[in-house]
């Protein structure tokens, strides 16, 4: 661990500034200060990096790859300086050279390279593979710009290019020389020479994908992992300078801008599907990088090749890696002269997948077409694949053609990644236990009944560094007075926070530091959008991607009753709450934009109607990222988790919100369950559909959400107010949202629930009124929360499915 006093630190960061600006440190401006600790900070970090690497060198560890086409890390100075354990001496350092570090690290733009919850898992897994010296890594994509910034402008979602880069970044290197090629389309030509088949690659075009790695610290244990991400540059041998000496310029530049464009952008779906070539590019490039890279370094340390399977691990985080599997049968086969059997099964042992979610629109499949011609010869090993997995399927299932077909990986034109993945994986998780018993029972009961063996549950976590101990400093610290510090490294010991739950001194203070966790996002809301919030209210929070399958159409749908409830009677007693909304809609999904709409036009008609703003409000807070839910979830007094049961495979936010003493209201879906099975019924408030009712309902069509409607006046004046210029002028601004709730027939049972829902709101408003009560509740939750850090969930990956060993603690 990193030991460092107080004055050196001031001597080391004084150094640094005038080393790196030229200047003397009263003459910077507060960006330099920050770029001036960040590099320090980095300097720190690389000798520990290099050091790490030797270690892994000489034991000769099995190395563990987390391939993800997202890394939503968020900030980085400050979990740096906290894994480093030298926060609290660069604050006092900084201090005494009047200096604030908050205002620094506030300074970071978020690397944002991930759209939501799957991005920002892979983050979590880095930071706990690191804390658990685990040597374990990430490969990525190095996009240009990450998930677009949010800007509200006329209540509507206007997307901004997030130029994240524009002023560097301080925790990348660059390494050219470990650049590697990539290549596209062209004709593969097969020989048959000396009794063997070899494949020519011929005319492709080639790109140079260039890592840059940024170091994953541990926390306190010296060590420092890796996350490699690719950037698409153009080769400069294929550069054609010909041409451009012709003055071509024009030629020259577009080779340029195609090379280019493979890693300029995130594609800003979330649990959506687009089959858009440049997504499969991405998809190949990033892969074949990796991997080549892996084997590159596996060589070169005098790994035996025949030993691969032993030394390595790639886990595919979703379906968007699943190209490694095949890509690795062609390395094997092709470069390095194994035969297909061993390749197969070397691969096998080596892959791993986790799948995300069980919506049909989220499943990647790829025209054949589109896939041969960018892919040649990774389609014609998928096609080996296919053949061979097929035929044990009809020996299995002899006659049974449609078995076989509804299996196959290649079908009716499509390739279907999900398929290959399970194929060519010898594990294969869901993400939470209710997700992954209906993946055996439902999504891939056929695939199940093959292979029981490779299916199993790691239910998501969250690391408790970033979202507890860095988020929310007072909270940590009261735990620490009350339990001691054994939480930090083994958050389970929060369980022993349970015991004081009754306390009513206890109890007081997690009130105070609430209530000051609340006053300083109120604070913020008041710099953004100029609205005063009353901090005694029930601060009520959904942040998450807007989507239909989350809900925030019945959130929304409850706060307009409410209000109706309130012009009414405006003597009804509630207790006051802030609705506070954050989350972003992918650029084309309109009807996610319309209710982001609709959530801000609400928030301004009752914002403004002196009748009721006293008792509710209405926040939409911009451009929803890391950075912010690390305000806003501290600040939370109810925890949102209302998708459609069945839907959410995990959900780790709900985690996130447990962990700092919100309480959760709930469908029984996804994690929520496991919250539920720790917390017990009397911590949590759940309601609706159960999953047995979703999936029968879902079966026999039994449900006609405008017979609901017509039968019930409340209902229908809701629903009725989203067309007749209640809240906008323009009566068709929502006839989208309200076709979908009555004309289309409500897929997410958003009417079928809202009764439940609103009884669930009222039983939360009695609990609240009950302070003693309600802090009791909220200490349970924190106390039960330490199974849900992600030290936890890595460690089943690690002894489960990876079986990796760490550099110096057990994993037991
Ligand atoms: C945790 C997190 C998510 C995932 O939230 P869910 O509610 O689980 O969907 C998405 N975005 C950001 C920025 C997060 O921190």
């Given at each position: 661990m990193l030991s460092i006093d107080k004055e050196t630190f001031k001597k080391d960061y004084r150094q640094k500034f005038i080393e790196i600006h030229g200047k003397d440190l009263d003459e910077g401006t507060d960006y330099n200060k920050y770029e001036a600790l960040g590099s320090l900070v980095r300097d720190y970090v690389a000798k520990m990096w290099i050091d790490t690497n030797k270690k892994y060198k000489e034991n000769s560890k099995k190395q563990v790859y987390y391939f993800s086409m997202e890394f939503l890390l968020g900030r980085l100075l400050g979990s740096n300086l906290l894994n480093l354990g030298i926060r609290d001496t660069c604050k006092a350092a900084l201090d005494d050279l009047g200096i604030d570090l908050d205002k620094l690290e506030n300074l970071e733009e978020d690397q944002g390279l991930g759209n939501g919850g799957l991005g920002r898992l892979a983050a979590c897994f880095l930071d706990s593979m690191a804390s658990l010296s685990i040597p374990g890594h990430g490969c990525g994509i190095r996009y240009k710009y990450g998930f677009f910034s949010q800007k509200i402008i006329n209540d509507s979602q206007v997307e901004v290019p997030d130029d994240w880069l524009k002023r560097g970044n301080i925790w990348e290197i660059k390494k050219t020389d470990k650049a590697r090629v990539v290549k596209f389309g062209g004709d593969v030509r097969v020989d048959y020479t000396d009794g063997n088949l070899k494949f020519n690659h011929t005319n492709y075009d080639a790109v140079l994908a260039v890592p840059y790695d940024m170091p994953i610290v541990g926390y306190k244990n010296n060590v420092v992992n890796t996350l490699r991400l690719w950037s698409a540059e153009p080769l400069s041998n294929e550069f054609d300078f010909s041409s451009f000496n012709r003055g071509d310029f024009k030629k020259a530049m577009e080779y340029r801008d195609s090379v280019e464009s493979i890693s300029q952008i995130l594609y800003p779906d979330d649990s959506f599907y687009e089959g858009k070539v440049l997504r499969l590019k991405q998809q190949y490039f990033f892969v074949s990088a990796g991997l080549q890279s892996i084997i590159h370094h596996f060589k070169s340390a005098q790994g035996n090749m025949k030993e691969l399977d032993e030394k390595i691990a790639v886990h595919i985080n979703d379906t968007h890696p699943t190209l490694a599997i095949p890509e690795l049968m062609r390395i094997l086969i092709d470069e390095e002269g194994f035969g297909w059997d061993t390749s197969w099964r070397m691969t096998n042992n080596i892959m791993s997948y986790t799948n995300h979610t069980i919506m049909a629109e989220a499943l990647e499949k790829w025209p054949i077409e589109m896939f041969k011609k960018l892919l040649p010869r990774i389609f014609m090993i998928v096609q080996e694949i296919d053949k061979r997995f097929c035929s044990e399927l009809k020996n299995k299932y002899v006659g049974q053609w449609d078995k076989v077909r509804k299996m196959a990986i290649i079908d009716n034109g499509y390739i279907k990644m999900a398929h290959l993945a399970i194929v060519g994986s010898h594990s294969v998780n869901g993400v939470a236990k209710l997700h992954t018993?209906?993946?055996?029972?439902?999504?891939?009961?056929?695939?199940?009944?093959?292979?029981?063996?490779?299916?199993?549950?790691?239910?998501?976590?969250?690391?408790?560094?970033?979202?507890?101990?860095?988020?929310?400093?007072?909270?940590?610290?009261?735990?620490?007075?009350?339990?001691?510090?054994?939480?930090?490294?083994?958050?389970?010991?929060?369980?022993?926070?349970?015991?004081?739950?009754?306390?009513?001194?206890?109890?007081?203070?997690?009130?105070?530091?609430?209530?000051?966790?609340?006053?300083?996002?109120?604070?913020?809301?008041?710099?953004?959008?100029?609205?005063?919030?009353?901090?005694?209210?029930?601060?009520?929070?959904?942040?998450?991607?807007?989507?239909?399958?989350?809900?925030?159409?019945?959130?929304?749908?409850?706060?307009?009753?409410?209000?109706?409830?309130?012009?009414?009677?405006?003597?009804?007693?509630?207790?006051?709450?802030?609705?506070?909304?954050?989350?972003?809609?992918?650029?084309?999904?309109?009807?996610?934009?319309?209710?982001?709409?609709?959530?801000?036009?609400?928030?301004?008609?009752?914002?403004?109607?002196?009748?009721?703003?006293?008792?509710?409000?209405?926040?939409?807070?911009?451009?929803?990222?890391?950075?912010?839910?690390?305000?806003?979830?501290?600040?939370?007094?109810?925890?949102?988790?209302?998708?459609?049961?069945?839907?959410?495979?995990?959900?780790?936010?709900?985690m996130k919100f447990m962990m700092n003493g919100a309480v959760t209201i709930a469908t029984l879906d996804g994690a929520n369950v496991e919250i539920r099975d720790e917390v017990g019924d009397e911590n949590i408030v759940i309601f609706g559909l159960t999953e047995k009712q979703v999936l029968n309902l879902y079966k026999t069509g039994g449900y006609v959400s405008q017979n609901i409607i017509n039968n019930d006046v409340r209902l229908k004046k809701i629903i009725n107010s989203l067309v007749d210029g209640t809240y906008c002028k323009d009566k068709n601004k929502f006839k989208s949202i309200y076709e979908n709730l009555v004309t289309y027939n409500d897929e997410f049972f958003v009417i079928k629930d809202f009764y439940s829902y609103l009884e669930a709101q009222e039983k939360i408003d009695r609990l609240y009124r009950d302070k003693s009560k309600w802090q009791r509740m909220c200490a349970v939750n924190i106390a039960h929360s330490g199974i849900f850090s992600s030290d936890r969930t890595i460690r089943e990956y690690a002894t489960g499915i990876w079986g990796s060993k760490c550099l110096y603690k057990n994993l037991e």
């Open positions: 018993e209906i993946l055996k029972k439902q999504e891939m009961s056929d695939f199940y009944y093959c292979y029981p063996n490779k299916f199993n549950n790691k239910t998501n976590g969250i690391t408790h560094r970033r979202w507890l101990i860095s988020a929310n400093p007072k909270l940590t610290m009261f735990l620490k007075e009350k339990i001691g510090d054994s939480f930090i490294t083994h958050p389970t010991d929060m369980i022993n926070f349970e015991k004081f739950a009754h306390n009513i001194e206890v109890q007081n203070r997690l009130r105070d530091i609430k209530l000051e966790n609340k006053r300083k996002l109120a604070d913020l809301i008041y710099k953004d959008k100029g609205i005063n919030i009353d901090i005694s209210s029930i601060f009520d929070v959904q942040i998450k991607r807007i989507h239909a399958y989350k809900r925030q159409t019945l959130n929304c749908l409850r706060i307009m009753d409410l209000y109706n409830r309130l012009i009414e009677n405006p003597n009804l007693d509630i207790v006051p709450r802030t609705f506070i909304f954050a989350g972003k809609s992918a650029p084309g999904y309109y009807l996610a934009k319309d209710i982001i709409t609709l959530i801000n036009m609400v928030a301004d008609k009752i914002n403004n109607d002196d009748r009721v703003n006293k008792k509710i409000k209405v926040i939409f807070m911009e451009n929803y990222r890391v950075s912010l839910a690390e305000v806003i979830i501290p600040a939370a007094d109810v925890s949102e988790q209302i998708s459609t049961t069945t839907k959410e495979a995990s959900g780790t936010s709900n």
